[in-house]
């Protein structure tokens, strides 16, 4: 615990202008950003008696270890550098809002030249048009279900949209008249478009024109005894009738507003917000949050704003916010929210009518949404208390693992063999930590081996970090061991120049020497850059309390000897052996069995499977690429577009192997150099074995590029 006086700046190194401040742990990690009108006051508020302070104030600033702070012109750009800070720093004592679950969206894919309507999730894209959230998503596909009547926009995937553009047919929705089968030209790409903004005029709440000209089309077509045409267009308003039907009128003057309530107690808060549009209610969704800093209602509001319309323009902002509590600084917020609509935004709290009612059915919501939370929160928080008390049992440790790595080695027959690493904290994944590993240090099938590979490379680079930031000195009795010869050498551990770890979950990473500043959580090209004062999480950078390992004795004692080798003594290590389920401790020779009902049984047998699943996912796809690969990828200069020439002019690559060099430049775009530099890579690459339908036992002959 740090004494807040041991960083307190003197009062006159704080200007008395605008700005955001940030307080640092020891680690140079970002705890809390927070704004001020006048820094000077704001701050010098943390450094009052200890007694004083509310207590996760005084928790927070007893974590510091340093504050600093960024002056700008106005209050509005305080707020934008507060909501980005937050957003990139993700500081651990500022209130963060959490979905309780994933809410659907209408999606309408105008960056598209034929825009798609479809049902998703996540994060937005741009060009698109979004609508919603919404509870369900069948009732966005029963609403979709009836609008298609009239509005027959494409619904299909792009692999489907294809398929009917190469072969000439359109899909069932084009046969029964749901779409207007764009694909095969039955309208062109304006016609198409057109029909989608009428699609997304409709959605917005302007609906009274599009019925009233059905109407009118309906009652001219049977003067005209076109009973047909008259009986079509009048399923087709009273479909879109029972569209609009789906979401209720509750603000009789069509008004385009989001009302925000909030519950809360001493220990969180929820928030619920209806997405208002047209007078319909469009949409709903839900926040909770535990309130990690002394934060009023109106603080709850403000961080809710900023999160909701921190990445919205135009009229994703609405008119109107009605909400519970005013923030502190409402014409700064407001004029944040104009800015980010391009027109006027109006905040406050509505005081009478229809608007006061709409609210007091919000704030229904989320006090029903907080007590079920906290109903389902204290079985969870007292589930995996106990699971960690009863790991630290078990395993005599002196406290409770809060954060447990897990390691696991996966190949297929000693091919493409790789490892990863899991993380949970406080019970719960931390996916944000998680990462991969390609093991290169040597040939084949040896999970022993690879398993001492992977923990010595991820705390050789634990070490590297500590030793570069100062935390850490190698101790003279530690001793390291030369990949050549095995021999162990005394002294510190040298800088990684074998397979390096990957740089992220999602990519491989790059071989060669891995300077220490490559810690931090930046790609090879930025290691030149200064990262120590980021403050972002540093990769490999914090160690766990406790090291699991998929596998029995052989694999734990391989990460011990790995530990050691590095002289870490501090960690503590085990296994989990899949057959029996036990667990297994270095220098023991019996393993620790936990009751079939024990919890922390359970959280180690998810780590594991978690780990499993992750090395899996990675191995499967690393051997997929690979077999998909061809030798001509290897010629240099061969981009993809030429390939796919050669396999076209010649059929397969088994054909384009017999060709001779003058028949591979009758292809258009090959050069003399290019053939024969493609003949010779063909000639080095041995020909695979014949693909056989297993149903028929027919030798099939190659006809792709995808393999050879």
């Known amino acids: 615990m740090a004494d807040p006086s041991s960083y307190r700046p003197s009062p006159g190194q704080i200007p008395d202008s605008p700005g955001v401040y940030k307080f640092r742990d020891e680690h140079r990690r970002v705890i809390y950003v927070g704004k001020a009108k006048n820094l000077r006051q704001r701050v010098a508020n943390y450094f009052q008696d200890l007694a004083g302070l509310h207590p996760r104030t005084r928790s927070m600033v007893t974590t510091a270890a340093s504050v600093e702070w960024t002056v700008v012109s106005t209050e509005v750009e305080a707020l934008q550098l507060e909501y980005t800070w937050i957003k990139e720093f993700d500081p651990r004592f500022n209130v963060k809002y959490r979905d309780d679950k994933s809410y659907p969206y209408l999606a309408v894919t105008l960056n598209e030249e034929f825009p798609r309507v479809q049902v998703t999730r996540g994060a937005k894209k741009k ?95 049977a003067e005209e005894m076109e009973y047909e045409r008259a009986a079509r267009l009048r399923d087709d308003a009273g479909a879109l009738k029972r569209a609009m039907e789906k979401s209720a009128v509750v603000l009789a003057d069509a008004t385009d507003a989001d009302l925000i309530a909030v519950a809360e107690d001493e220990l969180e808060a929820a928030l619920q917000i209806f997405h208002v549009r047209g007078g319909r209610v469009r949409g709903q969704r839900g926040w909770v949050t535990d309130k990690v800093e002394a934060v009023d209602t109106s603080g709850l509001v403000e961080h809710a704003l900023q999160q909701l319309y921190g990445e919205e323009r135009g009229e994703a902002v609405p008119k109107e916010v009605l909400v519970p509590a005013l923030p502190e600084d409402t014409e700064a917020v407001s004029q ?183 810690i931090t959580a930046v790609s090879p090209a930025d290691e030149s850059e200064p990262r120590e004062d980021d403050g972002r999480p540093k990769r490999f950078a914090y160690p766990p309390q406790l090291v699991v390992v998929d ?60 780990a499993h699943r992750f ?70 690459a041995a020909p695979a074995a014949p693909a056989v339908n297993t149903a028929t036992g027919e030798i099939m002959e190659e006809d792709d590029g995808g393999t050879s």
Request: hydrophobic share 35%; aromatic share 6%.
């Open 336 to 518: 944040w929210l104009a800015e980010r609509r391009g027109s006027q935004v109006s905040l406050r709290i509505p005081q009478r009518g229809d608007k006061k009612d709409l609210m007091a059915t919000v704030q229904r919501n989320a006090q029903q949404a907080l007590g079920l939370h906290k109903t389902k929160r204290a079985s969870d928080l007292t589930t995996r208390s106990r699971a960690l008390e009863e790991i630290a049992e078990a395993l005599g440790l002196d406290t409770a693992p809060l954060r447990i790595e897990c390691y696991d080695i996966s190949h297929l027959q000693g091919d493409d063999v790789v490892a990863s690493m899991v993380v949970f904290e406080d019970g719960l994944a931390r996916k944000s930590e998680y990462r991969r590993f390609q093991i290169k240090g040597f040939e084949g099938q040896d999970d022993v081996r690879s398993m001492h590979e992977v923990i010595g490379r991820r705390f050789k680079r634990y070490l590297q970090e500590k030793e570069r930031t100062g935390e850490w000195e190698q101790a003279p009795q530690a001793t390291w061991e030369t990949p050549e010869t095995g021999e162990a050498l005394p002294g510190a551990a040298p800088a990684l120049t074998g397979p390096a770890l990957t740089d992220s979950p999602t990519g491989p990473a790059p071989t060669g020497p891995v300077p220490a500043p490559a």
């Open 127 to 221: 060009g698109v048009r979004y609508f919603g959230p919404y509870g369900h998503a069948w009732a966005i596909r029963e609403t979709v279900d009836l609008m298609l009547r009239v509005f027959p926009v494409r619904t299909c995937s792009a692999g489907v949209f294809k398929n009917a553009a190469r072969t000439g047919r359109p899909c069932l929705l084009g046969y029964i008249d749901k779409c207007s089968a764009p694909c095969v030209g039955r309208v062109t790409p304006e016609e198409h478009r057109e029909l989608a903004e009428d699609f997304c005029d409709f959605m917005a709440g302007r609906t009274g024109t599009y019925i009233r000209r059905l109407e009118k089309d309906m009652t001219q077509a």
């Open 551 to 610: 596998g029995g004795q052989p694999q734990v004692a391989a990460a011990k000897r790995a530990l050691d080798e590095l002289g870490i003594d501090d960690i503590a290590v085990c296994g989990l052996a899949k057959r029996l389920e036990e667990v297994w401790l270095p220098d023991d020779d019996d393993p620790v069995v936990l009751p079939r009902s024990s919890e922390g049984l359970y959280l180690l047998q998810r780590v594991r499977d978690e």
């Open 615 to 684: 090395a899996i996912t990675y191995q499967r796809a690393k051997r997929a690429k690979r077999i998909r690969s061809s030798p001509l990828d290897d010629v240099a200069g061969l981009g993809e577009t030429r390939k796919q020439a050669l396999i076209k002019h010649f059929g397969s690559v088994k054909k384009l192997r017999q060709a001779t060099i003058e028949e591979i430049c009758e292809v258009p775009g090959i050069g003399r150099r290019t053939a024969e530099s493609v003949a010779v890579a063909l000639a080095s």
